[in-house]
Each structure stands twice: as structure tokens, then as C-alpha cells.
């Protein structure tokens, strides 16, 4: 599964958006890593974003 949490890069961690087939744990930032690990857990739940439906996305929070 790959991350892309795009406007939390740009706008509040400041960092460049890297192509869409980079996987964001590949991104040495500890809300990248904590992101990461909250998604290879499948005990936790995670809510998919409806908006959009070509592709299958969670939020994270």
C-alpha cells in the first residue's frame, strides 16, 4: 500500500511531492514513518476516501 498524503508534504512538512509510483516510506521523516506503520497493521481500521473512486485511498490521520 503507498501513502500519498501530497498537501501534508507540501504545505506543513515542506518537503517536494515525489512521483506517484515512489512509496512515501521510502521518505526518511518520522509522520512518514508513524503513517507507514499505521497502515501495515491490520488490526487497525482505516476509512477510505469516497471522493475518489479510480483509485482505492485511505485517509490517515
Do not use: W
Not at 26 to 31: M, S, Y
Request: glycine share 2%; hydrophobic share 40%.
Amino acid at each position: 500500500m503507498t501513502i500519498r498524503p501530497t498537501h501534508c508534504l507540501r504545505e506543513y512538512l515542506g518537503l517536494p511531492v515525489p512521483p506517484a509510483n515512489i512509496p512515501l516510506d521510502r521518505i526518511d521523516h518520522p509522520i512518514l514513518a508513524k503513517a507507514h506503520e499505521q497502515f501495515a497493521n491490520p488490526d487497525i481500521p482505516h476509512e477510505r476516501i469516497r471522493a475518489i473512486d479510480d483509485t482505492i485511498l485511505f485517509k490517515s490521520r
